[in-house]
């Protein structure tokens, strides 16, 4: 990775690191987020991820009225449009930002895809761990079977986010564009 990754800076052209998304999806003004339109698609993503849960939580309530079922319901699907045109910006970038070689193999999802799902298992890896209340640092975070799950699946993804990037990057593999 370039020696931009280890000192938190990106370049606008680059595809981000792993580890670049990841604080974009933890800091919502993170010093990435406004020089980078993937890393600004992947906060908004995130935001998009939490207020779904919230409202589908609030549709499944026992006590919710019929309307107010309706009004979330309307919410999901109002964010799903949202989200759909945040991952069109991040493959509108990839496509004029990455270079793609003919014949290297094709990845069958687009990189706003990925960080799509990347970033709605952050929100189920934070829901999770119920992260409302701070830790305090000399009790060790326990993990619940849930939360375990749900942090090893998110780790698996940024490992294959990081598979994909390196791939695409040695020019092995490249990402669909519409």
């Known amino acids: 990775m370039p020696t931009q990754y280890a000192a938190g800076r990106i370049e606008a052209d680059e595809l981000p690191s792993p580890s670049a998304l990841l604080r974009a999806f933890r800091e919502p003004h993170g010093p990435n987020r406004h020089r980078h339109r993937v890393l600004a698609a992947a906060r908004e993503l995130v935001e998009c991820h939490e207020r779904r849960r919230d409202a589908l939580q609030a549709a499944h309530a026992p006590d919710a009225s019929s309307g107010c079922v309706a009004q979330c319901l309307q919410l999901v699907d109002d964010l799903d449009g949202h989200r759909t045109e945040l991952v069109g910006h991040i493959d509108n970038w990839v496509a004029s930002n990455v270079e793609h070689r003919a014949g290297a193999s094709l990845h069958t999802e687009t990189l706003g895809a990925v960080i799509d799902r990347m970033a709605a298992k ?32 998110l780790a698996e993804l940024a490992d294959g986010y990081k598979d994909l990037v390196t791939d695409v990057t040695e020019h092995r593999r490249r990402l669909p564009v519409w």
Not at 125 to 141: F, K, W
Request: proline share 12%; hydrophobic share 45%.
């Open 122 to 153: 952050w929100v189920a890896a934070e829901h999770a761990l119920g992260i409302s209340a701070p830790i305090q640092p000399p009790h060790p975070l326990q993990l619940d079977d849930d939360a375990q799950l749900q942090w090893s699946r």
